[in-house]
């Protein structure tokens, strides 16, 4: 059993940062495997923002068209943890964002594919 926590959300202004955290405790899953961020916003569906997957000797990542430029994700196996660098946050990122992994086959931006899931940490964003 994996367990994710995530933390370091908050309440910022447009224009501010926030970097998010995600703890994976439990069984072990390799430096290979998938992890990715969502958010659901209230009255929304969750929906992708980022993920890290290895190939061969080094990870790639993806981000969807409305966080790249500005939403970073990296991982420390070492200390198990994925983290989401958040720059340039505006209103409408404002969502609970969720930590998620690992993803099994080569998709990982969709939720399906993901086996486990945090509790989420609230980011808002004021004007």
């Known amino acids: 059993q994996v367990q994710l926590v995530e933390s370091g959300g908050g309440l910022v202004q447009a224009g501010d940062f926030l970097r998010l955290s995600c703890a994976a405790s439990?069984?072990?899953?390799?430096?290979?495997?998938?992890m990715g961020w969502f958010r659901q916003a209230p009255g929304k569906e969750r929906e992708f923002v980022a993920a890290i997957k290895r190939f061969r000797w080094a990870d790639d990542t993806y981000y969807a068209d409305f966080v790249k430029g500005r939403f970073t994700i990296s991982r420390d196996n070492v200390k198990r943890m994925v983290y989401l660098q958040m720059n340039s946050l505006k209103p409408e990122d404002t969502a609970v964002y969720y930590c998620?992994?690992?993803?099994?086959?080569?998709?990982?931006?969709?939720?399906?594919?993901?086996?486990?899931w945090g509790q989420g940490t609230q980011v808002t964003v004021s004007a």
């Open positions: 439990g069984d072990t899953f390799g430096s290979a495997a998938a």
């Open positions: 998620a992994g690992p993803a099994a086959g080569p998709v990982v931006t969709t939720p399906g594919p993901y086996s486990y």
